[in-house]
């Protein structure tokens, strides 16, 4: 019986051990945040009824769907010109998570079955595992509405930044 | 912004840069008496009826113009996405109606998604005319 739980005990410390060294160690990126990116009109055009999302919180082939369906875009008219859509779709395209070497895509893009393309950060296995303990009456509170609204409890969001130090969830 | 203007087929009518409301207006005017040879003004009443009247859906969900505006258009408004949006009215913000494409890019989009058809050129100067009334 004691052997069994020292063994356990040993186990359990020798694999948290790995995945410290292993979280520590492929960072590299100066923390976790994503990379800076820009562009003029994705930063006019996807910003002005939710926070503009960092490409690289999906894949390639989700943001190709977002882009070919903004005319009916969840419930709204997103519509954009021929000109402005291409060049915000080669925007997103570029440094989606496929194109991330940042580990926070890495880990969004491992979570996505390779059939699918979720529509939705919010709906990756990703993000499911990192919001379970959040149930869905705090999610609907008045200051947050949604899972989508990500800068009402990520104070970084708009950075690229989903650390934990920069997590407050309103009331 | 003079893609969107080709887009919207108003090419003729607007110009490409800052204008004021008023200029706006009569871009409007223009438009509105060749859709309607009896056109007799605008009037802010009519814009603010507008505004405020709830309509059906085909979808059974009811929206107007002060659903993400809020019934005073002087306050900011809220987005279905929980997004605050900067008042409409000019005397609160005074960006508003200067940029033609912006302008023409909203009123295509929400009264497709309020009234599910296109606003015609008299219910957009009277919205118009009822906002920069406002004090």
Redesign the interface.
């Given at each position: 019986m004691k052997k069994w739980m020292q063994f356990l005990i040993l186990f359990g410390s020798v694999s948290a051990a790995g995945t410290l060294l292993a979280s520590g160690g492929g960072e590299g990126d100066g923390g976790r945040a994503l990379p800076p990116v820009s562009n003029a009109r994705w930063k006019a055009e996807c910003s002005s009824c939710h926070m503009a999302y960092h490409p690289g919180l999906l894949p390639e082939r989700s943001w190709r769907r977002i882009m070919a369906g903004l005319d009916r875009h969840f419930g709204e008219n997103a519509a954009l010109d021929a000109p402005t859509a291409a060049d915000i779709e080669q925007f997103l395209v570029a440094n989606s998570a496929d194109r991330q070497p940042a580990r926070r895509s890495q880990r969004i893009l491992q979570s996505i079955p390779p059939g699918a393309a979720p529509l939705r950060i919010s709906e990756t296995p990703y993000f499911r595992a990192k919001h379970d303990e959040i149930s869905p009456a705090t999610f609907k509170r008045k200051s947050i509405g949604s899972p989508a609204n990500c800068s009402a409890c990520h104070q970084g969001a708009e950075k690229g930044d989903f650390s934990e130090r920069l997590v407050k969830i309103p009331r | 912004m003079n893609?969107?203007l080709?887009?919207t087929g108003c090419v003729a009518s607007f110009s490409a840069f800052a204008a004021a409301p008023q200029e706006l207006l009569r871009q409007y005017e223009a438009q509105a008496r060749q859709e309607n040879a009896a056109f007799a003004g605008f009037s802010a009443a009519r814009g603010a009826t507008f505004f405020k009247t709830e309509r059906t859906r085909s979808d059974g969900q009811t929206a107007s113009c002060a659903t993400c505006h809020t019934a005073d258009p002087r306050n900011p408004g809220r987005?279905?996405?929980?997004?605050v949006i900067e008042p409409l009215a000019p005397v609160a913000n005074p960006l508003r109606f200067t940029d033609p494409a912006k302008v023409e890019k909203w009123f295509?989009?929400n009264c497709?998604?309020v009234l599910e058809r296109a606003c015609t050129a008299q219910e957009k100067g009277d919205f118009i005319q009822y906002l920069i009334d406002l004090k």
């Amino acid at each position: 019986m004691k052997k069994w739980m020292q063994f356990l005990i040993l186990f359990g410390s020798v694999s948290a051990a790995g995945t410290l060294l292993a979280s520590g160690g492929g960072e590299g990126d100066g923390g976790r945040a994503l990379p800076p990116v820009s562009n003029a009109r994705w930063k006019a055009e996807c910003s002005s009824c939710h926070m503009a999302y960092h490409p690289g919180l999906l894949p390639e082939r989700s943001w190709r769907r977002i882009m070919a369906g903004l005319d009916r875009h969840f419930g709204e008219n997103a519509a954009l010109d021929a000109p402005t859509a291409a060049d915000i779709e080669q925007f997103l395209v570029a440094n989606s998570a496929d194109r991330q070497p940042a580990r926070r895509s890495q880990r969004i893009l491992q979570s996505i079955p390779p059939g699918a393309a979720p529509l939705r950060i919010s709906e990756t296995p990703y993000f499911r595992a990192k919001h379970d303990e959040i149930s869905p009456a705090t999610f609907k509170r008045k200051s947050i509405g949604s899972p989508a609204n990500c800068s009402a409890c990520h104070q970084g969001a708009e950075k690229g930044d989903f650390s934990e130090r920069l997590v407050k969830i309103p009331r | 912004m003079n893609k969107w203007l080709l887009i919207t087929g108003c090419v003729a009518s607007f110009s490409a840069f800052a204008a004021a409301p008023q200029e706006l207006l009569r871009q409007y005017e223009a438009q509105a008496r060749q859709e309607n040879a009896a056109f007799a003004g605008f009037s802010a009443a009519r814009g603010a009826t507008f505004f405020k009247t709830e309509r059906t859906r085909s979808d059974g969900q009811t929206a107007s113009c002060a659903t993400c505006h809020t019934a005073d258009p002087r306050n900011p408004g809220r987005t279905r996405a929980n997004k605050v949006i900067e008042p409409l009215a000019p005397v609160a913000n005074p960006l508003r109606f200067t940029d033609p494409a912006k302008v023409e890019k909203w009123f295509g989009r929400n009264c497709k998604d309020v009234l599910e058809r296109a606003c015609t050129a008299q219910e957009k100067g009277d919205f118009i005319q009822y906002l920069i009334d406002l004090k």
